[in-house]
């Protein structure tokens, strides 16, 4: 069985994802993947410099994530050319890893981490959707704590995606993270369980 993860921005999909690989699921992580296709050397790290300009470079070579996130997130026409570029190279990374582990082993789960999920219209590729939820107002203290941001900064990113009372609409399976990591360790170990993947 596969399943897309997702959920919005400081919603806990990492944890959730972390106690899904404790009960032996396999990850495919696409912000980990972001950073790869974006490393010196990948095609769409120069595609990136080529469009925004040198300055979203640090003097290393390397992407300079604040000054491009400035960027995209007050704008959203570069943010969605900004997609233009990155989101085809991680999807074809994304099914490759997948179809691979699927491949090895058929009987074990295979979560792919997906936070724009349904932003870049994926769920037909998964054969159900999960969604971390938190509400919005959780959302945004849990943002501003994590990433140093003001209340503006946060709000522009939270809107830059799908609300999470959509996303918690659209889901198959709904883990509520709002209630410490026991709560949520309970309802993840309650999904593998009905899933019969212990």
Avoid: W
């Amino acid at each position: 069985m596969n399943i897309g993860l997702t959920g919005g921005i400081a919603t806990g999909k990492s944890t959730v994802a972390r106690l899904l690989v404790e009960r032996g699921a396999a990850l495919v992580d696409a912000d980990r993947i972001a950073r790869e296709i974006v490393e010196p050397g990948q095609a769409p790290l120069a595609q990136i410099a080529a469009h925004f300009g040198p300055e979203v470079l640090l003097e290393d070579g390397t992407l300079d994530r604040r000054k491009l996130g400035r960027i995209v997130f007050a704008d959203a026409a570069k943010r969605k050319e900004l997609e233009a570029i990155t989101h085809p190279a991680i999807r074809a990374v994304m099914r490759e890893r997948v179809e691979a582990l699927e491949r090895e082993r058929p009987d074990r789960l295979v979560v792919a981490d997906i936070p724009l999920l349904y932003e870049s219209g994926l769920e037909a590729l998964y054969e159900g959707i999960m969604v971390v939820y938190v509400p919005r107002d959780i959302q945004l203290q849990r943002l501003m704590a994590r990433d140093g941001l003001t209340a503006e900064e946060a709000d522009k990113r939270l809107s830059a995606q799908m609300d999470i009372e959509e996303k918690r609409r659209r889901a198959d399976y709904v883990i509520d993270n709002r209630s410490g990591l026991d709560e949520t360790a309970k309802q993840v170990e309650r999904f593998c369980l009905e899933k019969g993947l212990r």
